[in-house]
Nanobody
């Protein structure tokens, strides 16, 4: 059974860097036909795709690309998100999710981690 588990700081001050990590169990993140993705949901808003690792390549949302860095640690079976220069508008629940190349929707999600940007 595949499981994804996010971990994050909970509270970040404005202008600082937000870092969240997704720990994956039940299968390797190096499998080439899988998309590993960061998605967030801000209060009162819909889901926002932030970026994806696929087959070793990383794809970013155009609107967030200048502030976002996604990486993976294959030895720990984890992938991570860093978001720089945060503002209160970056307050959201941050989710990691997995999608197969062969299926439509994301089939596995983490439970989400709340990150609040506030001084």
């Amino acid at each position: 059974q595949v499981q994804l588990q996010e971990s994050g700081p909970g509270l970040v001050k404005p202008s600082q860097t937000l870092s969240v990590t997704c720990t994956v169990s039940g299968g390797p993140i190096t499998q080439n036909d899988l998309y590993w993705t960061w998605i967030r949901q801000s209060p009162g808003k819909g889901l926002e795709w932030m970026g994806t690792i696929y087959s070793g390549n990383i794809y970013y949302s155009t609107s967030l690309k200048s502030r976002t860095s996604i990486s993976r640690d294959t030895s720990k079976n984890q992938f991570s998100l860093q978001l720089n220069s945060v503002t209160p508008e970056d307050t959201a629940v941050y989710y990691c999710a997995r999608k197969s190349y062969y299926s439509g929707p994301y089939d596995y999600w983490g439970q989400g981690t709340q990150v609040t940007v506030s001084s």
